[in-house]
């Protein structure tokens, strides 16, 4: 089936410094992409929705980028603060089935 | 706006019982829920997808004989997790998607936390 994969896992950066979480997937049909943040013990956040083959969207203090042709999504947190830590989900909704699939997550630490 | 509610938001049930959460779409008529579980450490598994006037799809572990889901009308929809066990527990979202804002774009719920005993 569709699979989806995100990495780092974990990542620590220091503050001010930038973060890159990378999602490849490998439905080539897929059609949606989209990152959520998860503070600790709470619900999804919606940061960010792409749709065009290639895209940078660019949010507060991040940019999302998409690559089609790659099968790459990546978002890039430009300048990290401590109230960036926390776990980040990419989903892509498969163009076979209309599902929403989600990456594993990174779980970002940002140091003071 | 729309909005996606669930409760409870947080229960627990002992081993071996069921425990029922529910799913509400304020502001738009939710033609397809979806339903997903995050374990322990883990990421989103979707359980099962219910679209109106369709029969509700289960993913390959789970059941509707383990979790029943109810989409009665376009606002709301109920799961029961059945003879639950310590492998059940984990945060339970309900994902909705219909006749407002983007309509790819599931608006989750804040999800129902479910702790077994």
């Known amino acids: 089936g569709e699979q989806v994969e995100q990495r780092p896992p974990h990542l620590s950066v220091r503050e001010g410094d930038s973060a890159v979480i990378t999602c490849t997937y490998t439905?080539?049909?897929?059609?949606?992409f989209f990152w959520y943040k998860q503070e600790p013990g709470a619900s999804l956040q919606l940061l960010m929705k792409?749709?065009?083959?290639?895209e940078i969207n660019e949010g507060q203090g991040f940019t999302v980028l998409l690559n089609k042709k790659d099968k790459r999504l990546s978002l890039n947190l430009t300048a990290a603060h401590p109230g960036d830590s926390a776990a980040y989900f990419c989903?892509?909704?498969?163009?076979?089935?209309?599902?929403?699939?989600f990456g594993l997550g990174t779980t970002l630490q940002v140091q003071p | 706006g729309a909005l996606v509610y669930q409760y409870p938001r947080r229960t627990i049930c002992k081993s071996g019982t069921s425990m029922r959460m529910e799913c509400q779409a304020v502001?738009?008529?939710?033609?397809?829920v979806a339903w997903y579980r995050q374990s322990p450490q883990k990421t989103f598994e979707l359980i099962a997808l219910?679209?109106?006037?369709?029969?509700?799809?289960?993913e390959q572990n789970f059941t509707q004989e383990k979790f029943p889901i109810s989409h009665p009308n376009l606002s709301f929809s109920s799961m029961t997790v059945l003879n639950a066990y310590l492998e059940d527990r984990g945060l339970y979202l309900c994902g909705a998607r219909g006749d407002w804002g983007d309509q790819n774009t599931l608006y989750f719920g804040a999800g129902t936390r479910l702790s077994v005993l």
């Open positions: 219910s679209t109106v006037n369709s029969a509700i799809k289960y």
């Open positions: 439905d080539p049909n897929s059609y949606y």
């Open positions: 792409v749709f065009s083959s290639t």
């Open positions: 989903a892509v909704r498969s163009g076979n089935t209309g599902k929403l699939i």
């Open positions: 502001g738009f008529q939710a033609t397809s």
